[in-house]
């Protein structure tokens, strides 16, 4: 089966916001450049990348994948629906949102996921305060893209009115993103062997 994952990143320049009193503005793109890395680094191999942003990451990131540069910002939702649209485009069967940071994801993960959706046309993985990690979506327009606060709870409610089974993957490795100091400290206890990590023990002194 043909899977795409879209991953959407943020501009470079407004990386990660609520950590400017602990990194610079540079210091920020390149934590989120890291960050999509060792995400790269988990669909490697597994399913066809696509990366969504308004920044060219090309100049940084030279990996195997496609990447849809938006001429400006709209939002997660568009960016994710902008990425589906070129994966149907091209012959995919499913399709797989992962966020850019959740550095904590391995190729097992995916590859778990990808096998719940052999059997369930929506899988998808809770993450902290009610939002939403991995969407795995079979066929990619199975459900119309949800992204809120509560992502989690509203992804569930649009599936059972459109009498869509959901299948959940719940996994601590791919709740955990990184927004806040408190993130930074609890993703270092599990991160070890990562790019992020070897990025956050580099500035230890700041987040300790």
């Given at each position: 089966?043909?899977?795409?994952?879209?991953?959407?990143?943020?501009?470079?320049?407004?990386?990660?916001?609520?950590?400017?009193?602990?990194?610079?503005?540079?210091?920020?793109?390149?934590?989120?450049?890291?960050?999509?890395?060792?995400?790269?680094?988990?669909?490697?191999?597994?399913?066809?990348?696509?990366?969504?942003?308004?920044?060219?990451?090309r100049?940084?990131?030279?990996?195997?994948?496609?990447?849809?540069?938006?001429?400006?910002?709209r939002?997660?939702?568009?960016?994710?629906?902008?990425?589906?649209?070129?994966?149907?485009?091209?012959?995919?069967?499913?399709?797989?949102?992962?966020?850019?940071?959740?550095?904590?994801?391995?190729?097992?993960?995916?590859?778990e996921?990808?096998?719940?959706?052999k059997?369930?046309?929506?899988?998808?993985?809770?993450?902290?305060?009610?939002?939403?990690?991995?969407?795995?979506?079979?066929?990619?327009?199975?459900?119309?893209?949800?992204?809120?606060?509560?992502?989690?709870?509203?992804?569930?409610?649009?599936?059972?009115?459109l009498?869509?089974?959901?299948?959940?993957?719940?996994s601590?490795?791919?709740?955990?993103?990184?927004?806040?100091?408190?993130?930074?400290?609890?993703?270092?206890?599990?991160?070890?062997?990562?790019?992020?990590?070897?990025?956050?023990?580099?500035y230890?002194e700041?987040?300790?």
């Open positions: 089966m043909q899977v795409f994952a879209v991953i959407p990143v943020n501009r470079l320049e407004e990386a990660k916001s609520r950590l400017s009193e602990v990194f610079s503005p540079q210091e920020r793109a390149e934590l989120l450049l890291c960050m999509l890395e060792d995400v790269l680094d988990a669909l490697e191999g597994v399913v066809t990348s696509v990366v969504v942003s308004p920044s060219n990451l100049e940084y990131v030279n990996r195997d994948y496609e990447l849809i540069l938006e001429e400006e910002k939002g997660l939702a568009e960016a994710v629906r902008m990425g589906n649209a070129y994966a149907m485009a091209e012959g995919a069967e499913a399709t797989l949102f992962v966020p850019a940071d959740v550095p904590l994801i391995k190729k097992h993960h995916v590859e996921v990808l096998k719940l959706g059997k369930h046309p929506l899988v998808i993985s809770p993450a902290r305060k009610g939002g939403v990690g991995i969407i795995y979506r079979r066929p990619p327009d199975v459900i119309p893209e949800v992204f809120s606060r509560t992502s989690f709870a509203d992804i569930q409610r649009v599936a059972a009115k009498r869509v089974p959901v299948e959940v993957y719940d601590f490795y791919l709740a955990l993103d990184i927004d806040t100091v408190e993130d930074i400290r609890e993703f270092m206890h599990h991160g070890k062997g990562t790019r992020t990590y070897e990025f956050l023990k580099r230890e700041r987040w300790r």
